[in-house]
């Protein structure tokens, strides 16, 4: 009987195991994005990374109004559940790093913070994303300041777009 127990258990373990190992998405994602909000609109490239089941990083590089924003943003990704298959959420934060812009050029490191839903087609290689995108500065962010925000908090900005995936 103990025999039983122990097969079973450890069975069911084995099973556990490989279903928390479907839990995640996708390994790669490449694709656009929009940044919009307060201020200026950017556009440009959205590279997303899974390397373990609840860690996403994401690389992106944005373009518009003569700014240019390079940002890395360290992710915690969460299956939502069986029954919305390809539906995750996620949150991060991380640095970003703006340049450009006219009549003065800006030099400005901030933190951005993210949270947000991801849909992946389950037939198809797409996702789909939204986010919040709150930044943080350490100094007059030059660009979208329309609130004309010396340093401290800008939470008026969003993301969304779509990628695909591998």
Do not use: C
């Not at 127990?5 to 490989?18: H, N």
């Not at 996702?127 to 908090?153: C, H, L, V």
Request: glycine share 14%; no cysteine; hydrophobic share 40%.
């Amino acid at each position: 009987m103990r025999r039983i127990v122990k097969v079973l258990s450890l069975l069911s373990f084995i099973f556990l195991g490989t279903q928390v190992a479907k839990a995640q998405l996708y390994d790669i994602a490449v694709g656009g994005q929009v940044d919009t909000g307060v201020g200026e609109s950017l556009v440009g490239v959205s590279i997303k990374y899974q390397p373990f089941q609840f860690v996403g990083i994401e690389f992106s590089g944005n373009y518009g109004g003569g700014f240019t924003a390079l940002q890395v943003i360290p992710q915690f990704v969460y299956t939502v559940s069986e029954q919305t298959d390809g539906l995750a959420i996620y949150v991060g934060a991380g640095p970003s790093y703006i340049t450009g812009g006219h009549p003065n050029k800006v030099k400005a490191f901030n933190i951005v913070g993210v949270a947000g839903a991801e849909f992946e087609l389950v037939d198809y290689p797409i996702s789909f994303f939204a986010d919040w995108r709150p930044r943080f500065y350490q100094e007059d962010p030059g660009f979208y300041n329309t609130m004309q925000i010396e340093k401290g908090f800008e939470p008026g900005r969003f993301s969304f777009g779509l990628r695909y995936t591998f």
